[in-house]
């Protein structure tokens, strides 16, 4: 049985509180990293990229890596994207920074308060891009000079990148690379798709090991998706199954053993441009979410797998109106499932919520609408907060908390 919203202010599963566009302060000429800027004023960036990295930290406070004129800042808020602090520049030179569609900067905050970032650095070869890094040892206020993890020194594509920490010092980068490729091609024989490479820290992004292969033959412009859980992290991707069957696959990046994770046949000699998410829960489950076009199933489906076993595929939103860009975010029994749609005039973030770790879910709600283009809507969660981001050209950067309480069930 699905859980239902009942629209009635403070007596709803989820009470919505927008905060109207809250936009991160544009870039001072001497801005103050540990202060707040008081404007309450929506100043978008000005000719800003619109995918942007959001997360929060252990004290509850909303962190937002953004693109403004070739520079990658970062800002927090500790009222829910209402005020921002002032921005700080993380790349003291101009880099052509992918922050649109499956690309976006990534942004996580350990324990202790180092903030950790990576991007993607686009070259000017085509198809060709640098996975960076850059941390804060203190809460923000500075960031190290940026590196480039990929150490294979060759300029080909190095791209769609995902962050992943436990938290206490351990970190993954996993992104999709074509060194492999260029190689094989180099020799003369084929390859399909491209491979996951991995980059490790145990110490906060201190130090890197060496670049580890984890996968061939993957989907070249798929995002990966990471989730770091009780077994460590685990990697859900687009691969490349016989010839061209591009289904997903799941991982855990520490012990191997690839899973294939959906069975939809979708056949297709090209990139759908289309990732999953994935999300673990205090259960050990992992909830995933994807879209496919292929001969077993079209649309968008959710499921979640607990060991050996695993749900049936929820079909989710409305395929008509091209129910697509899913995203997940999990905390006990909490499931959070954001997406967009388009009807023909304007784009729409959409939600469902889930309090038994998946079993039932309530009702799609929709929650934020815009006409122009968008990002993708990037759910958090974190104790009872949870928040939905999204940015958009036309109405800015757009915050909506969603308290949780407890959820009815309908007859």
């Not at 239902?4 to 509180?17: E, I, K, S, W």
């Not at 070869?125 to 809460?139: A, E």
């Not at 769609?160 to 980068?173: E, Q």
Request: with cysteine; hydrophobic share 40%; charged share 25%.
């Amino acid at each position: 049985m699905r859980l239902m919203y009942v629209v009635r202010l403070f007596a709803v599963p989820f009470v919505l509180c927008v905060a109207g566009v809250a936009s991160a302060p544009a870039l001072a000429n001497h801005p103050d990293p540990a202060g707040e800027n008081n404007s309450r004023e929506a100043r978008p960036f000005a000719k800003a990229t619109l995918a942007v990295g959001a997360t929060l930290d252990p004290q509850g406070r909303l962190w937002l890596a953004r693109v403004e004129n070739q520079r990658l800042l970062v800002s927090w808020s500790k009222d829910n994207g209402n005020v921002f602090s002032s921005p700080v520049v993380v790349t003291p030179e101009p880099e052509d920074i992918s922050a649109d569609g499956e690309n976006r900067p990534k942004i996580a905050v350990a324990q202790d308060g180092t903030v950790l970032l990576t991007w993607v650095q686009s070259l000017p070869q085509k198809y060709s891009g640098n996975v960076r890094f850059s941390r804060s040892t203190d809460l923000g206020r500075t960031f190290s000079r940026p590196i480039t993890l990929n150490d294979d020194g060759r300029i080909t594509s190095h791209r769609f990148d995902s962050l992943a920490i436990d938290g206490t010092g351990r970190m993954v980068v996993a992104w999709l690379d074509a060194r492999d490729r260029d190689a094989a091609r180099e020799r003369g024989e084929k390859f399909s798709g491209v491979s996951v490479y991995t980059a490790k820290s145990f110490d906060n992004g201190a130090s890197f090991g060496a670049n580890r292969r984890f996968q061939k033959h993957t989907c070249e412009c798929c995002r990966i998706a990471l989730s770091w859980t009780k077994e460590g992290p685990v990697a859900f991707w687009r691969n490349i199954f016989g010839s061209n069957t591009r289904d997903f696959a799941i991982a855990n990046l520490d012990k191997g053993g690839v899973r294939r994770a959906t069975y939809d046949e979708w056949q297709i000699d090209a990139c759908p441009h289309n990732g999953g998410s994935i999300a673990g829960d205090r259960q050990g489950q992992l909830h995933l979410v994807w879209f496919t076009n292929g001969t077993a199933r079209q649309g968008l489906f959710y499921k979640r797998i607990g060991g050996d076993w695993e749900s049936r595929p929820m079909p989710v939103g409305n395929a008509e109106a091209q129910a697509n860009h899913a995203a997940l975010a999990a905390m006990d029994n909490t499931v959070v499932l954001t997406w967009r749609e388009f009807d023909g005039q304007v784009y729409s973030t959409q939600m469902m919520h889930s309090n038994d770790g998946g079993t039932t879910w309530s009702e799609p709600l929709r929650l934020m609408e815009s006409a122009g283009a968008t990002d993708y809507p990037v759910p958090l969660i974190d104790g009872e907060k949870v928040l939905i981001v999204w940015n958009t050209a036309k109405d800015g950067l757009r915050i909506l908390p969603v308290e949780r309480i407890t959820a009815r069930r309908s007859n």
